[in-house]
């Protein structure tokens, strides 16, 4: 086949405009993210619950690394224990 007419094939997809291009863009976006996030709490949460029984367990290793690279405190429940009302099961040993 021609060179030249396979260049002529499917477009390449579009790149998106760059951040500094858009930088207004992204901080106002920035902003209005965190804003929501916090927006309308008395208090914030002492802790997050999430099941150990995740049907995508690549998704939430790579929540969990993100947290505790945030620095934010990440522990498996050793027991059974009730939290907001609610029993929740001990983790996985996984």
Do not use: C
């Not at 997050?48 to 969990?64: C, E, F, H, K, R």
């Amino acid at each position: 086949m021609d060179p030249q007419r396979r260049r002529r094939g499917a477009a390449p997809p579009r790149l998106p405009p760059t951040p500094a291009k858009t930088r207004r863009y992204w901080l106002e976006n920035f902003y209005r993210v965190n804003e929501r996030a916090v927006r309308g709490w008395d208090t914030l949460p002492e802790a997050w619950v999430i099941p150990a029984d995740q049907a995508n367990a690549s998704g939430l290793a790579y929540v969990l690394r993100i947290l505790t690279m945030g620095d934010v405190e990440v522990h498996r429940a050793q027991a059974p224990f009730s939290a907001a009302g609610r029993s929740l099961a001990a983790g996985d040993d996984e």
